[in-house]
């Protein structure tokens, strides 16, 4: 008997938030959220990488925290409030947070960015006075392949002032 014999698929009705909406499914017990995201609500802006907890590119905010969507099954997801890049822009403005990734070039490639801009996100939720450590230690499962990190921070701490001082902020 292979794997798929021995662990016969099942499938669960799940009840969510998707960036302010809500969401009814029945979905595999074996899908991640990820791939639940990606592939039957079509959010395509959560990226996959590793697709094992090490990249960080699949981060979303899940009730307030950032989290691997990789590694997160989507029957996990039931009842909670998950927030995905395309929950940021209000009605086609972008977030300070994208507007500040912008301005400071904060990208190169892109794949790691909505992960980065999830992780910013959540801590200055949480703490919207980071200091440069803070900023570190938020995006410390994200990783940039393309050498962008000097300016994701520049990006993250400006954007930071700027919603501190009530410029667009969220
Ligand atoms: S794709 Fe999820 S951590 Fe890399
Ligand atoms: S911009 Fe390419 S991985 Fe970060």
């Known amino acids: ?3 798929t014999e021995d662990f016969p698929e099942t499938r669960k009705h799940v009840v969510l938030t998707v960036n302010g909406e809500g969401v009814e499914a029945d979905v595999s017990h074996r899908t991640t959220l990820a791939e639940f995201l990606r592939e039957e609500l ?3 802006g959560t990226k996959v990488g590793c697709n094992r907890g090490e990249c960080g590119s699949c981060t979303v905010i899940i009730d307030g925290m950032a989290v691997y969507s990789c590694t997160m099954l ?3 997801a039931h009842g909670k409030e998950v927030l995905t890049i395309e929950g940021l822009a209000d009605q086609g403005k972008l977030h300070p947070l994208q507007e500040a990734f912008v301005e400071h070039d904060a990208l190169q490639c892109g794949y790691c960015t909505p992960g980065m801009i999830l992780s910013v996100k959540a801590l200055l939720d949480k703490n919207p006075h980071p200091t440069e450590l803070d900023v570190r230690t938020a995006i410390d499962g994200n990783l940039c392949r393309c050498g962008s990190i000097p300016n994701i921070i520049e990006a993250a ?3 930071s002032r700027k919603m501190a001082q009530g410029k667009g902020a969220e």
Do not use: I, K, R, S
């Open 1 to 3: 008997m292979g794997p």
């Open 157 to 159: 701490l400006d954007a």
């Open 42 to 44: 079509d959010l395509t």
């Open 74 to 76: 989507a029957v996990e």
